[in-house]
């Protein structure tokens, strides 16, 4: 939809590459907030038309601006497609990736989404006892199951993985699921990014091996905080 936009963006500014790239962080602002927050893009055909013609680039600072930081974590807490979550990581990891303790800073977008909790949890997580985003034990009813289903598409229940999971180990408990069995590999050995090595193997699975509702929004808070710095 944009692509007239940016054309137009390295036509106008051929001459100041830092302007160009002031440019592009803008749009990429701008489409993200819609996309994270859902909010509708039926105009954005009208928005391209517009951000051309606005010669002082007033128009697209005051639509960034309509997105608050609240907004932009809030959207990340559930509904979030498969495509959408793979850009998001992708990106985050990307940005982790400058700093110094990285060898490698570019990526090919190749990766395999994956969700922690399964989509198919009653299979094998029932044994796992519902509980808020403090750890409060919640009651085994249908308001408690809703709300882990919901779960199952926050941000913070995705990662990334650098190979597919055999169905019967992506469905299985944590422990198995990240440890894989026999011959069928599991969530640590496809780990080599940190948006699963340092959230999950590190920092969760080799700590307490416990992945619920409360693991989730501890995950969705940081991972909001990383989008709030690329975005807000």
Same mark, same amino acid.
């Given at each position: 939809?944009?692509?007239?936009?940016?054309?137009?963006?390295?036509?106008?500014?051929?001459?100041?590459?830092?302007?160009? =790239?002031?440019?592009? &962080? %803008? !749009?990429?602002?701008?489409?993200?907030?819609?996309?994270? /927050? @859902? #909010?509708?893009?039926? +105009? *954005?055909?009208?928005?391209?038309?517009?951000?051309?013609?606005?010669?002082?680039?007033?128009?697209?600072?005051?639509?960034?601006?309509?997105?608050?930081?609240?907004?932009?974590?809030?959207?990340?807490?559930?509904?979030?497609?498969?495509?959408?979550?793979?850009? =998001?990581?992708?990106? &985050? %990891? !990307?940005?982790?990736?400058?700093?110094?303790?990285?060898? /490698? @800073? #570019?990526?090919?977008? +190749? *990766?395999?989404?994956?969700?922690?909790?399964?989509?198919?949890?009653?299979?094998?997580?029932?044994?796992?006892?519902?509980?808020?985003?403090?750890?409060?034990?919640?009651?085994?009813?249908?308001?408690?199951?809703?709300?882990?289903?919901?779960?199952?598409?926050?941000?913070?229940?995705?990662?990334? !993985?650098?190979?597919?999971?055999?169905?019967?180990?992506?469905?299985?408990?944590?422990?198995?699921?990240?440890?894989?069995?026999?011959?069928?590999?599991?969530?640590?050995?496809?780990?080599?990014?940190?948006?699963?090595?340092?959230?999950?193997?590190?920092?969760?699975?080799?700590?307490?091996?416990?992945?619920?509702?409360?693991?989730?929004?501890?995950?969705?808070?940081?991972?909001?905080?990383?989008?709030?710095?690329?975005?807000?």
């Amino acid at each position: 939809t944009f692509n007239p936009y940016i054309i137009f963006i390295f036509k106008e500014y051929a001459s100041d590459e830092k302007l160009i =790239i002031e440019k592009l &962080i %803008e !749009l990429e602002k701008y489409v993200m907030s819609y996309l994270i /927050t @859902k #909010t509708t893009t039926k +105009n *954005f055909n009208k928005d391209c038309t517009t951000f051309i013609n606005d010669k002082q680039g007033k128009e697209i600072k005051k639509r960034i601006k309509e997105f608050t930081p609240l907004q932009l974590k809030a959207g990340i807490t559930e509904n979030i497609s498969n495509k959408l979550g793979t850009v =998001i990581l992708f990106w &985050i %990891e !990307l940005k982790r990736r400058l700093a110094p303790k990285y060898d /490698t @800073k #570019t990526l090919q977008y +190749n *990766f395999q989404l994956e969700h922690i909790l399964p989509q198919k949890w009653e299979q094998n997580w029932m044994s796992v006892p519902y509980v808020d985003e403090n750890g409060n034990t919640l009651p085994n009813d249908e308001n408690s199951k809703k709300k882990r289903y919901s779960k199952v598409y926050s941000l913070g229940n995705m990662t990334l !993985l650098n190979g597919r999971l055999n169905a019967s180990v992506s469905n299985n408990d944590f422990q198995k699921k990240m440890e894989g069995g026999s011959k069928k590999k599991g969530v640590i050995k496809y780990s080599s990014l940190s948006v699963t090595k340092d959230d999950l193997v590190d920092q969760v699975y080799n700590k307490k091996k416990i992945w619920n509702e409360q693991s989730i929004t501890q995950r969705e808070k940081y991972l909001g905080d990383e989008i709030i710095s690329l975005w807000g």
